[in-house]
């Protein structure tokens, strides 16, 4: 696995802290690196890696050299760029004719002139929408010490008029990698749907992640819209998701063994880097592939997009797990909840579901550094709301709280650090602090870590899996690959996968939802 984490240009996990913007972070001193720009926010100076190396806020004509820039990066890689001459075909993906697709396509293509419902390949959506009217505006971000608006444009997905690929020559595979997350059921489901109205009769599922492409005792899925019917009323993955695996060329090797020209990849940064690194090979290889993922995490933490699917289930669910700690503690004399909720990097879902539940005192993330010990420590801030309130129900994501436990420098198959348990740390150190001042507790802990991703989609994010299934396979057939889907405003949009991964995207401490967060708990700066 070492050298398929070789294969990729972004950087391992994780980076330095950054703001949910997911580009700009302080600076230290006034000097910048050759591949940075500097922003002011806040009053304070702030560097962009790797965007616009060379921008200079005197030039006239910097914001279109911006532009430009951005038009570039955000630029999705499509079949055309390495085969000139392919040819598209008219759309075989129209919804007015209702006969199903015949196999073998012998009267022709079917078409529809008429139909209104393609996306034109230069639709764009905005990525930004806040005009910010000054950089101490709460969550500004900006490109300018002036913060001047500058529209930054992303491609839009949905089906195209033009197609690259002929169904019948089609075999596209579906694999899911990593951890398990709400919802991927939901997106194999329609991938293996909208690939059928395409046309599409060959279609496979890799069983296990990445692993299926090199053990050979695993074999292929064949997946129809009969096979899928149901599968999203079960969580988990039809196909089985795993960490580690292959090295890319051996995934590619594999591709071309089976004759797989459509892969789609369901996962999370890990799952994308290696979702690119093949998109690369295979353009090395003078292959006419289309690699396109579909973002899954539970923690939220891929850049640029509104959210992932199977977050908002996964806070539904935690909520639970806190209502349990809070009546727990409440029936308690002195009762303390403590809950921890996953998240390695980001504290989106404890930060979610602290608020969702309003009943949270003290929610802990990586993001925002806390002192356990001292005055302004969490502990004494305990045992004021034991005085005060009675109980107490704290709210802790897994990777909160990590320079109190001794480091292990174990990885996972996949590369990842594996993680203290700062959940139990911090119900030792509760009970420990109370039994010291002799005030007595009753300290429960709750751990609901796998209970809150094994669960079936919820009703929206049903939906939110459906549209980027079906986008998915519409990115493909229009010939575009190395690409991932989002939402984005509202809206649907194609980006490429290097944009969203180059590093965890975090809680901002100084967002307005980490202080509505604050509102909501009540807690004080632990610092
Ligand atoms: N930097 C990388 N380059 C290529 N493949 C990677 C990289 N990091 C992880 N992978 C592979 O992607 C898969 C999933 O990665 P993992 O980090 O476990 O989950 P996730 O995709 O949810 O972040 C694994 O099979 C892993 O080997
Ligand atoms: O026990 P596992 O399978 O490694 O999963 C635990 C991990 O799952 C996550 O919730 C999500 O991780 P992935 O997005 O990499 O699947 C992490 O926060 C957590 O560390
Ligand atoms: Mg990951």
């Known amino acids: 696995m070492e050298a398929l984490s070789r294969a990729i240009t972004a950087p391992k996990l994780p980076l330095p802290r950054r703001t949910s913007n997911g580009s700009c972070f302080p600076l230290a001193r006034r000097s910048l690196g050759p591949s940075s720009s500097r922003v002011a926010k806040r009053g304070r100076v702030f560097a962009c890696q790797g965007q616009?190396?060379?921008?200079?806020?005197?030039?006239?004509?910097?914001?279109?050299?911006?532009?430009?820039e951005f038009e570039r990066r955000f630029s999705i890689p499509h079949i055309t760029d390495v085969f000139e001459d392919a040819e598209p075909i008219r759309s075989t993906f129209c919804l007015k004719m209702r006969t199903p697709v015949s196999e073998e396509f012998a009267g022709g293509y079917p078409s529809d002139e008429e139909w209104h419902g393609y996306i034109n390949n230069n639709d764009r959506v905005l990525l930004k929408v806040i005009n910010f009217s000054s950089p101490t505006s709460a969550g500004a971000e900006c490109i300018d010490p002036n913060c001047t608006w500058v529209e930054q444009w992303v491609h839009r997905a949905g089906p195209r008029e033009k197609i690259y690929f002929k169904p019948e020559e089609v075999k596209a595979a579906i694999v899911t990698c990593g951890g398990l997350c709400p919802g991927l059921n939901d997106v194999?489901?329609?991938?293996?749907?909208?690939?059928?109205?395409?046309?599409?009769?060959?279609?496979?599922?890799?069983?296990?992640?990445?692993?299926?492409f090199s053990d050979r005792s695993l074999t292929e899925m064949q997946l129809s819209r009969k096979v899928v019917q149901n599968i999203h009323l079960s969580g988990g993955s039809l196909l089985g998701v795993s960490r580690g695996g292959p090295e890319v060329s051996e995934i590619v090797d594999n591709m071309e063994e089976r004759g797989i020209n459509m892969l789609f990849v369901l996962g999370g940064n890990g799952t994308h880097a290696g979702a690119n690194a093949i998109h690369n090979e295979c353009r090395k290889r003078k292959l006419r592939v289309a690699v396109v993922g579909v973002p899954k995490t539970i923690d939220n933490d891929i850049l640029l997009m509104d959210k992932t699917f199977g977050f908002d289930t996964a806070?539904?669910?935690?909520?639970?797990?806190?209502?349990?700690?809070?009546?727990e503690a409440h029936s308690a004399y002195h009762g303390v909840g403590i809950v921890k909720l996953m998240g390695r990097y980001s504290g989106f879902i404890a930060m979610h579901a602290a608020l969702a539940s309003g009943q949270v005192d003290i929610c802990l993330i990586p993001e925002v550094p806390f002192n356990l010990h001292g005055p302004?420590?969490?502990?004494?801030?305990?045992?004021?709301?034991?005085?005060?309130?009675?109980?107490?129900?704290?709210?802790?994501?897994?990777?909160?709280?990590?320079?109190?436990?001794?480091?292990?420098?174990?990885?996972?198959?996949?590369?990842?650090?594996?993680?203290?348990?700062?959940?139990v740390y911090i119900q030792q150190e509760t009970k420990k602090y109370f039994k010291e001042i002799e005030v007595p507790v009753d300290v429960k802990y709750i751990d609901p870590t796998y209970m809150i991703r094994a669960i079936r989609a919820n009703a929206s994010d049903g939906i939110l899996c459906t549209v980027l299934g079906q986008n998915a396979v519409h990115g493909?057939?229009?010939?575009?690959?190395?690409?991932?889907?989002?939402?984005?405003?509202?809206?649907?949009?194609?980006?490429?996968?290097?944009?969203?991964?180059?590093?965890?995207?975090?809680?901002?401490?100084?967002?307005?939802?980490?202080?509505?967060?604050?509102?909501?708990?009540?807690?004080?700066?632990?610092?």
Not at 315 to 327: D, G, L, M, P, T
Request: proline share 5%; aromatic share 10%; glycine share 10%.
């Open 52 to 68: 616009n190396p060379e921008i200079h806020f005197s030039d006239p004509d910097w914001k279109s050299k911006y532009q430009q």
């Open 188 to 212: 194999i489901r329609h991938i293996v749907i909208t690939l059928e109205i395409y046309g599409v009769r060959k279609i496979v599922g890799i069983p296990f992640g990445y692993r299926g």
């Open 315 to 327: 806070v539904e669910e935690a909520q639970r797990a806190i209502n349990s700690a809070y009546i």
């Open 376 to 423: 302004h420590g969490v502990l004494r801030h305990l045992k004021y709301l034991i005085e005060t309130k009675g109980s107490a129900v704290v709210c802790v994501a897994e990777g909160a709280g990590q320079n109190y436990i001794e480091r292990t420098n174990a990885k996972d198959a996949s590369g990842n650090n594996v993680l203290g348990d700062f959940g």
């Open 476 to 527: 493909a057939f229009a010939g575009y690959s190395g690409i991932t889907v989002g939402i984005c405003n509202t809206h649907y949009v194609y980006f490429p996968i290097p944009e969203v991964i180059s590093h965890p995207r975090a809680v901002d401490p100084n967002s307005r939802m980490w202080h509505r967060c604050l509102t909501s708990t009540g807690q004080p700066d632990f610092v």
